[in-house]
């Protein structure tokens, strides 16, 4: 099995920065693309950002410049870098995973997410 563990939510003041830490174990043969989503009460759920293995990212229009994603490929882990926050980046953030296993001496690929974390950011 494969699992994402996530960390670093929080409340913060408006401007304030916080740092989310995603990390994927189990039986992992390679983590692939890897990014964030978030999905706000009443919203529908929203990709952030991503990052491949070879670190080309992609942001929403509405985090460019505030946010960073980033990978540690040696510790399959994600980051999430949140500055100057703004009170519409408040929701629950979740990590997610392209992930290759090796498991019965097969390989397949499936689609992983985390347990999500509360951001939130006060006026």
């Known amino acids: 099995q494969v699992q994402l563990v996530e960390s670093g939510g929080g409340l913060v003041q408006a401007g304030g920065s916080l740092r989310l830490s995603c990390a994927a174990s189990?039986?992992?043969?390679?983590?692939?693309?890897m990014g964030w989503y978030r999905q706000a009460p009443g919203k529908q759920r929203e990709l952030v950002a991503a990052?491949?293995?070879?670190?080309?990212?992609n942001y929403i229009d509405s985090v460019k410049g505030r946010f960073t994603i980033s990978r540690d490929n040696a510790k399959n882990t994600v980051y999430l870098q949140m500055n100057s926050l703004k009170p519409e980046d408040t929701a629950v953030y979740y990590c997610?995973?392209?992930?290759?296993?090796?498991?019965?001496?097969?390989?397949?690929?499936?689609?992983?997410w985390g347990q999500g974390t509360q951001v939130t950011v006060s006026s």
């Open positions: 997610n995973a392209d992930v290759t296993y090796y498991r019965r001496a097969k390989y397949g690929t499936d689609d992983y």
């Open positions: 990052i491949t293995t070879g670190g080309s990212t």
């Open positions: 189990g039986t992992i043969y390679s983590v692939n693309v």
